[in-house]
């Protein structure tokens, strides 16, 4: 119950962010139309002030809904950004000055508050790949580029008087609208002016490439309820969970918290598809096959964790894992009791049966005794036993 109203109260964050996104977008627009009723101070602030806080309003407004995004993923960068844009929303509002902006000015204040009480929901951390940073570089060279080349060489063109003017000629070169308004005049400014249009429309479509392509992966690993290659790539270090079970949830939840990269094998595609819309990464597939097993990388894993309802498809999954890599760590969960010297014969490191372990607390509970130091020396005879296996089998 608890869980679940911090849940709602994030989720109530999050809706506060879109609708001062939407409102500060709304109520930038009708001020800069014309559109609005005057305030009671009004008088006291300059059109052209209302007008431009009506222009970066907007602009705000957008960036606020990209922040509500990133919040709903639960990135801390968006936390970041959100706690920055709400005040300048709510200056915003106050500097209109009119009517339809002190809603505006309200819900930016109220957000503040809920945002700062759900500040510890919001934990993901947002590392850029190294294409990524490559492709921004190389957007923000080419918008210098233009916009300083075109400043500097001022003398070529019509319209490109100061720095706004080159800036506004860069962007209109890279969209490729080509408004009229300025062009060059010399052999020199056009030549200038066709690098800086072949340099910015290269620059622009690899950014979007590098942005949109992610995305439209993801789309296709929630439906296919898979992981791309690109992340695939990138594993290291990792713990693989091997099937789906009744516990493969608490261990997935022990991970998340220990912010441990994991991946899920299984192939049940209905459990894939489900962990894969909660942004759980998973490959659909047998995990006691060897192709998938070298898919998510098991030569770069640091532990394996093997338990589902099948005894039988553990062992499997734990002999393959283990040809694969014969030093990795592989803790697994037996079902039936008597299978828990079958699965560390198959090669697991350490067996675990939970229906033992929870006899053993149930009826402790029911004399009185503490749970969790029950629980620890269970699992401290557990490990006695296991070493003197090991001694015996030497």
């Known amino acids: 119950m608890e869980w679940s109203r911090e849940w709602v109260s994030v989720r109530a964050s999050i809706a ?5 996104a939407v409102l500060s977008i709304v109520v930038g627009l009708l001020h800069i139309s014309g559109v609005g009723v005057d305030g009671p101070l009004s008088p006291y602030i300059p059109d052209v002030i209302r007008q431009t806080v009506g222009f970066t309003g907007t602009l705000t407004g957008f ?4 922040s509500g995004y990133a919040l709903r993923r639960g990135y801390r960068i968006g936390l970041y950004s959100t706690a920055v844009l709400l005040p300048l929303t709510g200056i915003q509002g106050l500097l209109q000055v009119s009517v339809v902006s002190l809603p505006l000015v309200v819900l930016s204040m109220v957000s503040i508050p809920a945002l700062i009480i759900n500040r510890e929901r919001f934990t993901r951390t947002y590392h850029p790949s190294p294409t990524q940073l490559a492709a921004g570089t190389a957007l923000a060279t080419a918008l210098a580029y233009g916009t300083f080349g075109s400043f500097a060489l ?4 019509v319209g490109i008087d100061t720095i706004v003017d080159a800036f506004y000629y860069t962007i209109v070169t890279a969209s490729t609208v080509g408004y009229g308004d300025v ?5 020199i400014g056009r030549m200038f002016g066709l690098s800086v249009l072949v340099i910015n429309v290269a620059a622009f479509a ?8 992610p995305a439209i992966e993801a789309q296709l690993s929630k439906a296919l309820g898979k992981m791309t290659q690109r992340q695939f790539d990138l594993l290291e270090n990792h713990v693989l969970v091997l099937g789906y079970g009744d516990l493969t949830e608490p261990i997935l939840e022990e991970l998340i918290d220990r912010e441990v990269t994991h991946v899920v094998v ?26 998938p097993l070298e898919t998510v990388r098991i030569a770069y894993a640091r532990a394996i964790v093997v338990a589902t309802n099948d005894d039988a498809a553990d062992a499997l999954a734990i002999l393959t894992s283990r040809q694969l890599n014969p030093d990795i760590r592989i803790v697994a969960g037996a079902t039936q009791r008597e299978n828990v010297e079958k699965l560390r014969r198959a090669g697991a490191d350490d067996v675990i049966s939970p229906a033992t372990i929870g006899g053993h ?16 020396e269970i699992l401290e005879e557990d490990a006695g036993s296991n070493d003197s296996d090991e001694r015996n089998s030497k």
Do not use: I, K, N, Y
């Not at 506060?16 to 001062?20: E, I, K």
């Open 154 to 157: 001022r003398e070529e063109f």
């Open 361 to 376: 607390l149930l009826v402790d509970s029911a004399f009185g005794m503490d749970s969790e130091a029950v629980a620890e």
């Open 16 to 20: 506060l962010t879109f609708s001062v």
């Open 63 to 66: 960036a606020m809904l990209a």
């Open 266 to 291: 299984t192939d049940d595609e209905r459990h894939a598809s489900r962990l894969a819309d909660h942004d759980v990464p998973v490959l659909s597939a047998d995990p006691s096959d060897v192709e």
């Open 183 to 187: 062009a060059p005049t010399t052999a």
């Open 206 to 213: 690899v950014a979007l490439g590098v942005l949109l392509t």
